[in-house]
C-alpha cells in the first residue's frame, strides 16, 4: 500500500560526502527548513542550515505546490541542477521523498553513474591478406568519445491498477450510520455522493457529503461536506461547512463552521464563529480567536497568535513570537508626553499606549492636567537601517484625576521614522491630531474655545498637526 503511493525511485550510489555547509530554502506548505534540514544533512553527510534570508552557494532550494516539488542545486561552481516530481497527497512521506531528491540533486548521482562506465575498447579487426605493400594505407579512425555526463529525469514508475481499486468507489451511499448503508460496514469505500442521516464514514469524496451530525472522511475531499455537527478530512480541496466543528489534515479549500476550525497547513479560507487552529497559515483565518504556529497569510480577529512574523495579524490583540516588541518614549511639541508598546508581525503591528499634558506646560489659565490611554494600529517597513511607522490610534483623555464619562476621543494619524543607534533608536515623527468632545469643557477644547460660547451641534472639534521626538528600544 505504501508502494502504491511512492511517486518516482530514486537510486543511490556510494558517493563522498559534500564537504562545504549547504544552504536550505523552502516555499510551500506541508514542509519546512527546519524540518528539512536534518533530515537531508544526515543524507549527505553534510551540514544543511536553513537560509534565514538569500541562499547562498552551494544551496537547495524546494518549493512545494499542490502535489509536487521542484528541488533545485546550486553548487558552489558549476551550473545549477533542478527537478520537479509527484510527491502525491500523502504528507508523512513528503519529508522523505524531497530528502532523496535533493540528496540525489547535492551528489549529481546520475552523472556519478555515467562518469563511472568503461570507455568501449574497440576490437582488433582481421589481418590484411598479402604483404604490407599490397595493403592500401587507411586513415586511422579515432574511438568515439565518451559521452558528457547529464542528469537524466528519474521517471516514476508504473503501478497495475489493484482490483480493490473499482471494489472502493461507488457514486452514491445512503444510510443512517455505518452498518445501516448502502456501503453495509466498509468504511474505506470512496464516493461522489454521500447523503448521511446521522454519521457517515468513508475513504474519500469526490463531491457531496450530507450528514445530520459527523462526515469523516479518510481520504483526500475534492468537493464538500456538509454536516449539521463534525466534519473531519485528511485533505481538503474543496468545502467544508459545519454547525460545530471542522477537522483536516491540510486544506486548500475554505472551512466554514460555527464553531471550531482545525486544521493542519491552510492555502485556503478558515472561518469561525469561535476558534480557528491551524499549523501553517499562507490563506486568511477570520474568527474571534485565530491560533497557528506560523503564519504567511492574514489573521483577522479578536485575538489572534501565529508566529513568525512573516504575515498580518489584525486584532485587538496579537501574540506573535519572533515578531516586533519594542518600547517608546516620545514628546510633541505641544508638551504632549507618550509611552508606546508596540508588538506584532514584522509588516503590521498593534500600539498600546498612554499619555500626558501638564496644565503649566500649556498656558497660565489651564487648570487641569490631561492623561489619555490609547489603543492603535498600522503597517512597517524597514528601509535600509531605519524603520518606518504609519499608525492609526484613538486616545480616550481624561481630565484631573478623573475619568471623562462624556465623549471626548483624539484621534491620531502618525508617521515615525526610527534610526539605530547603538543599541536604541531615535525617533522622529509627524501626526495629524482630530479630538472630538461633546462639550465646551472637554479636553483640548477648553483650552481653545470659550466655555460660555454655546456649540452649534453638541459637538466640538478641534484639529492640528504636531511634530515628536523620542527614543526606541
Same mark, same amino acid.
Given at each position: 500500500?505504501?508502494?502504491? $503511493? ?60 499542490? !502535489? ?24 508523512? !512521506? ?10 540525489? *540533486? ?51 514508475? $508504473? ?26 460496514? @466498509? ?18 469524496? @469526490? ?14 475531499? @475534492? ?18 461547512? !459545519? ?7 491540510? *486544506? ?76 517608546? !518614549? ?71 484625576? $478623573? ?16 534610526? $539605530? ?35 452649534? @451641534? ?16
Amino acid at each position: 500500500m505504501i508502494m502504491k $503511493k511512492l511517486p518516482f525511485v530514486i537510486v543511490l550510489v556510494a558517493a563522498p560526502a559534500l564537504a562545504d555547509p549547504i544552504s536550505l530554502r523552502v516555499a510551500g506548505a506541508g514542509v519546512s527548513a527546519t524540518a528539512l534540514a536534518p533530515k537531508i544533512a544526515a543524507e549527505l553527510g553534510a551540514d544543511v542550515a536553513p537560509a534565514t534570508d538569500a541562499c547562498n552557494a552551494p544551496c537547495l532550494d524546494v518549493v512545494v505546490e499542490a !502535489a509536487s516539488a521542484t528541488v533545485r542545486f546550486t553548487p558552489a561552481s558549476g551550473a545549477p541542477r533542478e527537478r520537479t516530481i509527484a510527491i502525491g497527497t500523502d504528507r508523512d !512521506a513528503w519529508p522523505v521523498l524531497i530528502t532523496l531528491l535533493a540528496g540525489n *540533486l547535492a551528489r549529481d548521482e546520475a552523472a556519478q553513474i555515467l562518469a563511472g562506465l568503461p570507455v568501449p575498447v574497440p576490437v582488433p579487426g582481421p589481418e590484411p591478406v598479402g604483404s604490407p605493400a599490397d595493403v592500401p594505407d587507411v586513415p586511422a579512425i579515432p574511438a568515439p568519445a565518451a559521452p558528457a555526463p547529464t542528469v537524466k529525469e528519474i521517471a516514476p514508475p $508504473k503501478f497495475a491498477a489493484s482490483a480493490d481499486d473499482d471494489e472502493h468507489e461507488s457514486t452514491f451511499v445512503f444510510g443512517l450510520v455505518p452498518g445501516l448503508s448502502t456501503d453495509f460496514a @466498509d468504511l474505506h469505500v470512496r464516493h461522489d455522493l454521500a447523503l448521511h442521516m446521522a454519521i457517515g464514514i468513508g475513504g474519500g469524496l @469526490d463531491g457531496f457529503a450530507i450528514a445530520g451530525a459527523a462526515d469523516i472522511e479518510n481520504g483526500s475531499v @475534492d468537493g464538500w461536506q456538509l454536516s449539521g455537527a463534525v466534519n473531519v478530512a485528511r485533505d481538503v480541496d474543496g468545502f467544508q461547512v !459545519a454547525g460545530g466543528v471542522n477537522v483536516a489534515q491540510s *486544506l486548500d479549500g475554505f472551512q466554514l463552521a460555527g464553531g471550531v476550525n482545525v486544521a493542519g497547513d491552510t492555502d485556503g479560507f478558515q472561518v469561525a464563529g469561535g476558534v480557528n487552529i491551524a499549523r501553517d497559515v499562507d490563506g486568511l483565518q477570520v474568527a474571534p480567536i485565530n491560533v497557528a504556529r506560523r503564519v504567511g497569510g492574514t489573521q483577522l480577529g479578536v485575538i489572534n497568535v501565529g508566529g513568525e512574523g512573516d504575515g498580518v495579524s489584525i486584532g485587538l490583540i496579537d501574540i506573535v513570537p519572533g515578531g516586533r516588541t519594542d518600547v517608546e !518614549a516620545s514628546v510633541d511639541d505641544h508638551a504632549v508626553g507618550t509611552l508606546l508598546l508596540r508588538h506584532g508581525g514584522h509588516h503590521w503591528h498593534n500600539v498600546y499606549g498612554v499619555g500626558a499634558q501638564r496644565a503649566q506646560d500649556v498656558s497660565a489659565t489651564a487648570r487641569e492636567d490631561l492623561w489619555m490611554a490609547g489603543l492603535g494600529l498600522g503597517p512597517s517597513w524597514e528601509i535600509g537601517a531605519t524603520t518606518w511607522d504609519l499608525e492609526a490610534i484613538c486616545w480616550h483623555v481624561s481630565p484631573g484625576a $478623573k475619568y471623562e464619562t462624556n465623549l471626548s476621543l483624539l484621534n491620531q494619524l502618525r508617521l515615525s521614522v526610527g534610526m $539605530k543607534l547603538g543599541g536604541v533608536q531615535l525617533v522622529g515623527g509627524a501626526a495629524l491630531n482630530v479630538f472630538v468632545g461633546d462639550n465646551a469643557r472637554a479636553p483640548f477644547l477648553a483650552r481653545t474655545i470659550d466655555p460660555t460660547t454655546p456649540m452649534d @451641534d453638541g459637538v466640538g472639534v478641534r484639529t492640528w498637526g504636531t511634530l515628536f521626538a523620542g527614543v526606541r528600544i
